[in-house]
Structure formats: structure tokens, C-alpha cells
């Protein structure tokens, strides 16, 4: 018998050859899609592990062993072909349209719950096709009931259907979207979730599932758009006697120092009646609202007093005699070696100073006007690199110094912030210098001390650039 005048001889042929080659082709477009990052590497996945291996074997029972297409194998095997083929085309149509769609296109506004309905309608129907032709059912009976079915149920939950179908309008338009901050009549906070019945709200104090219908009926409104600095206003009172431009000065110094303060924008602090004043300050997102709020309303309080302003009317009465002669004779007097003469002098050109917990107590680029003596708490000494990170140098505990520059009138090397509520002692460099200068020794010391500081801040940030 001439094997090659037989018709199976040509299908095997091609699917000897054939099959082998596809796959190589597949893996390498597979392969490269995969170094691309695009969303249809898995579908090329399922054609070559899955589709091309079963069309390859219904080709061989069909055509080359030339088994009936009606026998009930070759029929559940194309129905499994079939259906592969079904989730292949729905697969590969999502890839391509909606998983790389640009931001901000209908494409990618578009509701999940839009994209289920017609991926079950999509597979429905090619489930009836294939039911039809390769089973031979007849499903025209079966689309006439649930066409029936669905107009019972849908008469019967008109108002449950009306609710969900208002709430799909609202999330195809989608005037928000997740980690967006919304308020609303019934709460204010952070969107963690949204599906087809409701938006789930992280309100700090729990979750709050909030119905569609809810907020398609209702007026809400969405604080995270349009995007930019979210702005948070907080007012607060001083006494009649306080300048109002002195104090506007410091409360828009404070809030520039908050960390959760938006770049490129300056914080605005202006009088509105009363002894009122009202600070805008912008922030990066809603969710720093909070800490912002508790870091102005505490470091003010520490400001305030340091620069003899009455906040609430309230005055500082911290700063008295003993407690500063106190200081004097524990922290002052041993580090510039005093004695009870040169304490007593000092007794009326220092002050006790306190700073909150994250405060800034020495800018890097200033030359300080005073050195200040810390009396209790702990001071961290940062530098800043060139690509703007923060690097710490060291940490200074109670009865160590900053300010020294101010004897030399050279800019500090190196941001300072308190770690703790700290108490310090503050001297102006002209009631210092005629002390000091008396003492050779300790001004050589005070040499050292400030060039092993300064040899720290290089070797740190030489360091931290190398890293």
C-alpha cells in the first residue's frame, strides 16, 4: 500500500512538522512580550499550552484516524476546544482594549461590573453556539425562558434593580476612584474599595460601606480632585496686644516646617477679626490632615512662648529665676567654665527655652544670632545631600551646646530637631564673646569641637553620596 496516496499520511505530516514549530514561534513571541510588560504574554500562554495541543490532536482522531465527529470523544473534545477558544478570544479582547487602557479614556472609567455582564454574555452565547452545532440542542427555547425569567424578576425588584442600575451610571462616570478622600453626607475619608452595590470608606475609626444609590442621589464631594495641594485651613486666637504681623510671621513659619507640607507651595497666615487669625496650608493629600493639624496646634504652643506671644491670651511664666539660675550653675557654667561671678552676670541676658517633639531648633545656612544650651531632651543633628535626603550626623543629650558658629559668624553646617519636648538655655553671642575671650583654653577647645562637628557633616554626606 502507497502510504503516501493515504489521506491521513499528509494531516500527520502537517501536525508532526507543524505543532513543533508553532510552539517554538509562541514561546519566543511569549518571551518577548513578557520583556515588553504586555498584558497579552498569558493569552499567548494559553494558545501555546493549551489551544494548539488540543487542536493538533482533534485534527489527528478527525482526519488522520478518521474517527466520525459525531462519536461523543470527539465531540467532548471540541466542546473543550471550543470553549478554550471562547476564553482565548474574551481574554485577548480585555488585554488589548481595557488592560492598557490611557488613563483618564473611557476605557479605563469603564465599571468592572460592565466588563463581568459582558464577559458573561460573551460566553453565554458562544456556550449556546456550542451546544447548537456540536451537541445539536436546541436553545432557542431555552433564551425564550430566561427572557421570560428576567422580566418576572425584574418586575419584581424594580426598586433593588432601579438602585444598582443608578449606582452603574455613577461608577461609569466615575467622579471618583480608589485612595481618592471623599465627604459625604454620611462620612469622610479614604475610598479603599468600589463594586456594583457600594463604595467602602476607611474613615479612620472603621469602614463605612456606603450603597451607590446613596451617593448617585446625594451631593458628595471628592477632596483628592481636582489634583494638587489639598488645602487645610486652621484659625486660632492671640491676644490683642500681639502684632498682628509678628504673628502672622510665626504661624506661617511653623507650618512651613510641617513635614507634610506640599512642595512649591508657601503657607498664607492672616488676620480675620477678633484676635483671629487663620493659617491655609497646603498639604499632599487629605490623609495628612490629621498629623498636620495636631504638629501646627503643638509646635505654636512652643513658638508662641519662645517669642513672647500670647496665644489663647495664655502668658509663659516657665522662664523664672530659679529655674533659670538653676540651669546656669548644672549646664552653662561647666560647659563655659563659669564662675558664680560670671553666672550671676549672665542671670539677665539668658532665657529658658522650650521646643516641641520634631520642632527645628538650628537651620542649616544661618548664622545663629545665640548659642543655646540644652538643659534636658535630646537634639538630632541632620544634614541634607544633594538629592535631598536626610542624613543624621549625631545626637546631643542635656548639657551639650548648639549655636557655636555664632562666635564665628559662619552659617551652621547642619539642621537640628528636637527628638522630645527640650529645655534650653539661650545666650546672645554679644553677651558671650567678653567671657569667652578671656579664656584662651576654652576657645581652643571650642576650635576643636567645631571643626570635628564640621569634619562630621562632610564625612557623613561624603558617605551617604558614595552609598
Not at 502510504?3 to 494531516?11: C, E, L, N
Not at 496686644?241 to 497666615?269: K, T
Request: include cysteine; aromatic fraction near 8%; charged fraction near 15%.
Amino acid at each position: 500500500m502507497n502510504i503516501f496516496g493515504a489521506a491521513w499520511f499528509y494531516w500527520a505530516t502537517a501536525v508532526a512538522i507543524g505543532l513543533p514549530v508553532l510552539v517554538v514561534i509562541l514561546t519566543e513571541l511569549q518571551h518577548s512580550l513578557r520583556r515588553r510588560r504586555s498584558h497579552l504574554a498569558r493569552q499567548v500562554s494559553l494558545l501555546r499550552n493549551y489551544v494548539l495541543p488540543l487542536a493538533a490532536l482533534l485534527l489527528l482522531i478527525v482526519n488522520a484516524e478518521g474517527v466520525p465527529a459525531r462519536d461523543n470523544a470527539v465531540r467532548i473534545l471540541t466542546t473543550a476546544f471550543g470553549f478554550l477558544v471562547l476564553v482565548l478570544l474574551v481574554s485577548m479582547l480585555n488585554a488589548a482594549v481595557f488592560a492598557g487602557a490611557p488613563e483618564g479614556s473611557w476605557r479605563q472609567r469603564l465599571p468592572v461590573i460592565f466588563l463581568d455582564v459582558a464577559r458573561f454574555v460573551l460566553i453565554g452565547a458562544g456556550l449556546a453556539v456550542i451546544l447548537s452545532y456540536i451537541w445539536g440542542v436546541r436553545v432557542g427555547g431555552l433564551f425564550t425562558a430566561l427572557g421570560v425569567t428576567s422580566v418576572v424578576i425584574g418586575l419584581m425588584l424594580q426598586n433593588s434593580v432601579g438602585q444598582i442600575v443608578s449606582g452603574l451610571f455613577m461608577l461609569f462616570e466615575q467622579p471618583f476612584r480608589i485612595d481618592d478622600w471623599l465627604d459625604s453626607a454620611t462620612a469622610r475619608g479614604r475610598i479603599v474599595e468600589v463594586n456594583w452595590r457600594a463604595v467602602h470608606i476607611d474613615t479612620g475609626s472603621g469602614l463605612r460601606i456606603t450603597p451607590n444609590a446613596v451617593l448617585a442621589s446625594t451631593p458628595f464631594t471628592n477632596l483628592s480632585r481636582p489634583p494638587g495641594a489639598y488645602k487645610l485651613a486652621i484659625t486660632t486666637t492671640f491676644s490683642e496686644a500681639d502684632a498682628p504681623d509678628r504673628v502672622c510671621a510665626m504661624l506661617s513659619r511653623v507650618a512651613g516646617e510641617l513635614p507634610q507640607l506640599y512642595s512649591g507651595f508657601l503657607p498664607v497666615s492672616e488676620p480675620v477679626g477678633g484676635a483671629e487669625y487663620c493659617t491655609t496650608i497646603c498639604l499632599r493629600t487629605p490623609a495628612d490632615e490629621s498629623a498636620a493639624r495636631a504638629n501646627f496646634l503643638r509646635w505654636i504652643w512652643y513658638a508662641a512662648r519662645r517669642e513672647g506671644l500670647h496665644l489663647d491670651g495664655a502668658d509663659d511664666d516657665y522662664s523664672t529665676a530659679e529655674r533659670l539660675g538653676q540651669a546656669l550653675r548644672t549646664v552653662v557654667g561647666p560647659a563655659l567654665r563659669l564662675n558664680d561671678a560670671d553666672q550671676q552676670s549672665l542671670m539677665s541676658h539668658a532665657r529658658l527655652l522650650r521646643y516641641g517633639a520634631g520642632e527645628t531648633v538650628q537651620y542649616a545656612g544661618q548664622v545663629p544670632a545665640a548659642m543655646l544650651f540644652l538643659v534636658a531632651g535630646r537634639v538630632r543633628i541632620t544634614a541634607t545631600a544633594d538629592d535631598g535626603s536626610v542624613v543624621p550626623i549625631s545626637t546631643l543629650e542635656a548639657g551639650g551646646f548648639l549655636g557655636l558658629t555664632a562666635l564665628t559668624r559662619q552659617p551652621n553646617l547642619a539642621d537640628a530637631y528636637a527628638l522630645e519636648e527640650v529645655t534650653a538655655v539661650e545666650i546672645g553671642r554679644e553677651h558671650l564673646e567678653h567671657l569667652v575671650m578671656r579664656q584662651p583654653l576654652l576657645l581652643q577647645d571650642f576650635g576643636h569641637i567645631l571643626e570635628e562637628r564640621q569634619s562630621q557633616v562632610r564625612q557623613s554626606l561624603r558617605r551617604e553620596w558614595m552609598n
